[in-house]
């Protein structure tokens, strides 16, 4: 097999140091099944330049692995040379979809949800890598059947339902009481949502504590 020419061992260099840039930033966010390609070119002719005796080295950007980086690739022998390489990465990684349609204000289950290889250079609103990060949050807008779920359409995990049956805590100058209420909206926890006192039939505004238990004051 014919030795590797310098072209060759430069595309290997990058490829190998790319591998180690994705590895540790998939490593910080906590990605699984990542893959990636990548699209580099030489800024000047490599025509001239002879394999080098050992691999060379690769020097660069510290930014985003998903921007465009400015690679320097180095031979260390003695001659030896240095030349400049532009890499563009596609980073693919399974990714969170809708497999039917999520209405507004539904609590999300694993059922609705699959996993989907998506380049993620082209979810700048964000994405999420596992299901479980996703279960029991809420749609904040209808969600479409095959849409990659990104942060800005999801909510805290839904506590209250709208048309629940709700325990209302109020308290006034240190006397607490306790009454029965029905949602009007859904919320999560702190959320603040219109609440009917079943008991005076007045609408009141009341704070998400926990599944089924909103505080209000008496008005």
Do not use: Y
């Not at 490599?46 to 691999?55: D, E, G, I, K, T």
């Not at 507004?104 to 999420?128: C, M, N, V, W």
């Not at 095959?146 to 709208?162: D, E, F, G, K």
Request: glycine letters at 8%.
């Amino acid at each position: 097999m014919a030795a590797p020419s310098a072209s060759q061992q430069i595309d290997q260099a990058v490829t190998r140091h790319l591998t180690q840039v994705i590895a540790a930033e998939a490593a910080k966010q906590g990605w699984q099944g990542q893959r990636f390609s990548h699209d580099s070119s030489p800024l000047n002719s490599l025509a001239q330049l002879p394999a080098c005796n050992h691999s060379p080295t690769v020097s660069g950007d510290r930014g985003s692995p998903l921007a465009r980086q400015r690679l320097t690739i180095s031979c260390n022998d003695q001659p030896g040379w240095s030349t400049v390489v532009s890499s563009q990465v596609s980073l693919f990684l399974p990714v969170v979809f809708a497999n039917q349609a999520i209405e507004r204000g539904h609590t999300i289950s694993a059922e609705q949800l699959t996993l989907q290889e998506l380049d993620i250079g082209k979810a700048p609103r964000g994405f999420f890598n596992r299901i479980d990060q996703v279960v029991g949050m809420g749609a904040k807008r209808r969600i479409r059947a095959n849409q990659a779920l990104s942060p800005n359409v999801l909510a805290m995990p839904l506590l209250v339902r709208r048309g629940q049956q709700v325990k209302i805590l109020a308290s006034h100058d240190g006397i607490s009481a306790t009454t029965l209420g029905e949602a009007l909206e859904s919320g999560g926890q702190q959320a603040v949502i219109r609440v009917k006192n079943l008991s005076s039939g007045k609408t009141i505004e009341s704070k998400v504590l926990e599944a089924g238990v909103v505080t209000s004051t008496f008005r």
